[in-house]
């Protein structure tokens, strides 16, 4: 999944690159998805909702999280980009 988004020029600085190599998508999904967990697709399951990682990436790059700033993710869903952030 990671190497898709590089290749795809989805994410590109070490930071965001590293986030994403840390943080296990499977963590966040009832059961796992089998293969398509590390698919650039969108996942749900019931009232579960995980928006493609390819969407997470651009908005975490454009971001530009450095130490020190404070992130708000209002309506935070399973908290992928919220563990995501943190790593940063």
């Given at each position: 999944?990671?190497?898709?988004?590089?290749?795809?020029?989805?994410?590109?600085?070490?930071?965001?690159i590293?986030?994403?190599?840390?943080?296990?998508r499977?963590?966040?999904?009832?059961?796992?998805?089998?293969?398509?967990?590390?698919?650039?697709?969108?996942?749900?399951d019931?009232?579960?909702?995980?928006?493609?990682?390819?969407?997470?990436?651009?908005?975490?790059?454009?971001?530009?999280?450095?130490?020190?700033?404070?992130?708000?993710?209002?309506g935070?869903?399973?908290?992928?980009?919220?563990?995501?952030?943190?790593?940063?």
């Amino acid at each position: 999944m990671v190497d898709y988004m590089r290749a795809k020029n989805i994410i590109s600085s070490d930071p965001v690159i590293h986030a994403f190599n840390a943080i296990d998508r499977a963590y966040f999904l009832k059961g796992g998805e089998g293969a398509n967990t590390y698919l650039n697709i969108p996942i749900r399951d019931g009232i579960l909702h995980l928006s493609a990682p390819g969407i997470y990436g651009l908005a975490i790059e454009a971001l530009n999280f450095s130490a020190g700033l404070s992130f708000l993710n209002v309506g935070s869903g399973t908290g992928y980009v919220s563990a995501i952030a943190a790593q940063l």
